[in-house]
């Protein structure tokens, strides 16, 4: 009797598991196994993320960040391991299309105007056109882009199309956002508008959030866990826990977010060496 | 209507050359057999009007639907072959090695399969010479399509049909329309080529081979002016069709 676990331990323990958003198990990623151009591009990774947290992926070019996103997207399938999203194969996570992305370039369609942009996801899962209308006015005057809905993407800078494509992310309300240097081709306040705005969306969806960035600054000032990456092959090197609260203007001046920023810089310098 | 806008500039440089040529040959005044003036090819196109607007009949009826079918059969070679791998590996290489072949040089030939007098081997010689172009070009930008675009489209589960709607062949219009211009003017040209062998006699290839045999250089002019017509026409044509088709694509040229 005392082997066979109690009902009450069985359902936590299931619990437990199907809680975390992501749940990363010994996974690795070898491209080209066999040839002679065969990158290790990731070593085993574990990682856990629970619901509403904030985790961003630093490390140097080439350590495999994007490569640790796509496995979690199921762009691509792990060499070995499992990769779980929402308590579920990462694979039937997409199908499910459980999480939304955004990458470095906007990857808006030029053929279609801002409102088609951010309708595509929706119209993929066939929802109503009024439903979808709906959903986008709510989305541009999130982004504050109500003034550009008839706009093609070519006529937006490139703040604005970016914002289109967060929007576009949000738009299908998922539970999981992925994003990949997202604000890497912004100039630095546009970046620090974007970083705020995106703060708040998560706030108000709480919805889980994996952001991929070069910037030390960046990573402290949104993340709840910075991820510090290192190279050859890909692994994490250290995890740093950061949760600054509520964010706002004075919160780049505050000595806790520097004291963050050089213990991030600290462990990336470890790693870089 | 805006998909007119930007004809005004070439309009006024033909007016000016047609002006030019004319004012020289009446100041130099040479023997008209050698080139003829604006005045004289008009008045040559007058005079065989009925004869000219055959032919030019027959010979557009033998570019547009060689263009046509070129067309079809090179998009639809180019779907085929961005869809599928052994596609690729068996249309890529025979389309490359057709396209070494001087199709041209061809009409001879095809016209002992078709029948000296049927258009049909001058149909198949335009419809050669279109579809590797179009091939070509389409498959380009089915295939060049941004890699996030397409991931974005696998994180939604997009199947590969609704990837290839959405994405690839928008992406691929602007290449198609680049290899249309090409093809409109070429199928023209290969139309009145391929007539100087074969097909049908009232069609403006013969009308040119045998003007000039008989030095009636103005009538030869005539019909070549009646080629250059359906040449402008089609160009004409694919312009307005592609600023239709892609309303978008003005705005990436010129962002304002
Ligand atoms: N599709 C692929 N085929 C082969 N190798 C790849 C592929 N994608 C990534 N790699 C290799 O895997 C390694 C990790 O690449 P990845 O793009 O994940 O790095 P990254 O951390 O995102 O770099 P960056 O900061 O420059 O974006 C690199 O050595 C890269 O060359
Ligand atoms: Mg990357």
Redesign the interface.
Known sequence: MSEVPSMDEATSAAQGASSLVIDIRGATKVFNPGKSNQVEALGEIDLSVGPGEFITLIGPSGCGKSTLLRLVASLIPPSAGTVQVNGKPAEQARLDRDYGMAFQTAGLFDWRSVTKNIELPLELMGWSRGARRRRVAEMLEMVKLSEFANHHPSELSGGMQQRVAIARALSFSPSLLLMDEPFGALDEMTREHMQDELLRIWEETETTVVFVTHSIPEAVYLSTRAIVMSPRPGGIASIIDVDLGDRNASTRDDPAFFTKVTEVRTALRKVEE | MNALKGFSAPIVTGVVLLGLWEGVLALLDPKGFVLPAPSEIVGALIDNWDAVFQGARITGFVAVSGLIAGIILGILAALLVTRFRTANETITPLAVAVNAIPIIALAPIFNNWFGLTSPRSNQAIVVALVFFPIFINTTRGLSQV?R??I??M?????SRS?ITR??RI?NA?PFFFTALKLAASLAVIAAIVAEYFGGRQDALGPMITQSAGLTRYDDAWAAVLAGTAIGAVLYFAVIVLERVA?P??S??RN??
């Open positions: 941004d996030s675009q991931e974005l696998e994180s939604y589960a997009a609704r959405e994405v928008p219009m892609m978008w694509n705005l990436v962002p304002k």
